[in-house]
Nanobody, 126 residues
Framework: QVQLVESGGGLVQAGGSLRLSCAVSGRTFSRYAMGWFRQAPGKEREFVAIINWSGGSTYYADSVKGRFTISRDNAKNTVALQMNSLKPEDAAVYYC???????????????????WGQGTQVTVSS
């Protein structure tokens, strides 16, 4: 079993930055590609970003490309999401997710992920 715990959410003004972190425990962290999703009130959960097992490759949703950066530290079993130039439409609950298996690039569907965290709230004021 793999446990994921997100942290770092909060309230930020539009144009500001926030860094989310996800701590992973359980089975070998480096075997998983790691992703971030978000869900705004009344909307479906949507893909944000994914990073491969080594941290050498990433893939982003068009809506966050150039503003958000996903990274991981396999020595510390953590994955982070640096969010810059935040917009009110970025406000959501952000979820960390782990995906087993080799194929990872552009894996944006929820059902492709094996483990999920409980989420952390990000609020962006205009």
């Amino acid at each position: 079993q793999v446990q994921l715990v997100e942290s770092g959410g909060g309230l930020v003004q539009a144009g500001g930055s926030l860094r989310l972190s996800c701590a992973v425990s359980g089975r070998t962290f480096s075997r998983y590609a790691m992703g971030w999703f978000r869900q705004a009130p009344g909307k479906e959960r949507e893909f944000v970003a994914i990073i491969n097992w080594s941290g050498g490759s990433t893939y982003y949703a068009d809506s966050v490309k150039g503003r958000f950066t996903i990274s991981r530290d396999n020595a510390k079993n953590t994955v982070a999401l640096q969010m810059n130039s935040l917009k009110p439409e970025d406000a959501a609950v952000y979820y960390c997710a782990a995906k087993a298996g080799g194929a990872w690039y552009a894996r944006t569907r929820l059902e492709e992920y094996d483990y999920w965290g409980q989420g952390t709230q990000v609020t962006v004021s205009s």
